[in-house]
C-alpha cells in the first residue's frame, strides 16, 4: 500500500508539472525535467533531511519509468484534458494528499516526533511544486493566500489522531490522504483563504 501510494503521488505530480511546462509552451526537454522535479523533488529533499541516501528514486528505477510515461501520456493525449487550469488543480491536489502521507510514514520509520513527522509529510508534499514553479517564473502556491501546506497539516494531524483508533493500518493511509485532498478541494470550491497580512 505504501509503494502504491508512493507511485500514485509521483504520477499526479509529474502530471501536473506537465501541465505548467505546457502552459509555459516548453520544448520537449523542459517539459521532461518540471515533471521530474515536480515528482521527486520534494521526496528528495525529505530523504536527504532524514539522511535516507541515495534517496528512494535513484534506488528505484520504477519511478523513473513512471514519470516519462507519465509525462508521454500527458503529452500526447493535452488536447484530451480539457480545462487545463483545472486538471492541473485537480492532479496537484491529489499529489499533495499523497505525498503527505508518505512523508509521514517516512519520519516514523525515522523514528521523529509526529510533529515533525507532519512537517515532513507537508515538505513532501508541497516543495516539488514550489520547484515547479520557481523554475516556471510562477508564485510558488504555497507562498500565496491559498489553503495549501494547511490542508497537509490538517492531514497529518489526522493520521496521528486516527492512528490511534483500532483500525487496519491502510485505512489509517486513505482518511489522513482524504483530508488533505477534501480540504483542498472545498478551500477551493468556497474561496477560503488564509488571511492575508498586507494592509492598503
Known amino acids: 500500500m505504501f509503494y502504491i501510494i508512493d507511485i500514485?503521488?509521483?504520477?499526479?505530480?509529474?502530471?501536473?508539472?506537465?501541465?505548467?511546462?505546457?502552459?509555459?509552451?516548453?520544448?520537449?526537454?523542459?517539459?521532461?525535467?518540471i515533471a521530474f522535479v515536480t515528482a521527486v523533488g520534494g521526496g528528495t529533499l525529505r530523504d536527504v533531511l532524514i539522511g535516507e541516501t541515495p534517496v528512494s528514486w535513484m534506488k528505484d528505477m520504477s519511478y523513473a519509468y513512471f514519470i516519462f510515461g507519465s509525462t508521454v501520456f500527458a503529452?500526447?493525449?493535452?488536447?484530451?484534458?480539457?480545462?487545463?487550469?483545472?486538471?492541473?488543480?485537480?492532479?496537484?491536489?491529489?499529489?499533495?494528499?499523497?505525498?503527505?502521507v508518505i512523508g509521514i510514514e517516512k519520519g516514523i520509520s525515522a523514528d521523529l516526533h509526529p510533529i515533525i513527522c507532519i512537517f515532513l509529510g507537508t515538505m513532501s508534499a508541497c516543495f516539488g511544486g514550489v520547484i515547479r514553479d520557481?523554475?516556471?517564473?510562477e508564485i510558488p502556491v504555497i507562498f500565496r493566500k491559498e489553503v495549501y501546506a494547511t490542508a497537509c497539516i490538517?492531514?497529518?494531524?489526522?493520521?496521528?489522531?486516527?492512528?490511534?483508533?483500532?483500525?487496519v493500518t491502510n485505512f489509517v493511509f486513505v482518511i489522513s490522504g482524504a483530508v488533505v485532498i477534501i480540504v483542498r478541494l472545498i478551500a477551493v470550491k468556497f474561496k477560503v483563504s488564509l488571511p492575508s497580512l498586507y494592509k492598503d
Do not use: W
Request: hydrophobic share 55%.
Open 75 to 100: 503529452v500526447l493525449f493535452r488536447h484530451k484534458i480539457d480545462y487545463l487550469r483545472k486538471s492541473l488543480f485537480l492532479f496537484d491536489t491529489i499529489g499533495i494528499g499523497l505525498y503527505t
Open 154 to 167: 490538517l492531514g497529518g494531524v489526522t493520521y496521528f489522531a486516527v492512528s490511534q483508533l483500532p483500525i
Open 8 to 33: 500514485l503521488g509521483t504520477i499526479a505530480f509529474a502530471i501536473s508539472g506537465v501541465l505548467v511546462a505546457l502552459n509555459k509552451r516548453m520544448d520537449a526537454f523542459g517539459i521532461l525535467i
Open 134 to 137: 520557481i523554475l516556471c517564473n
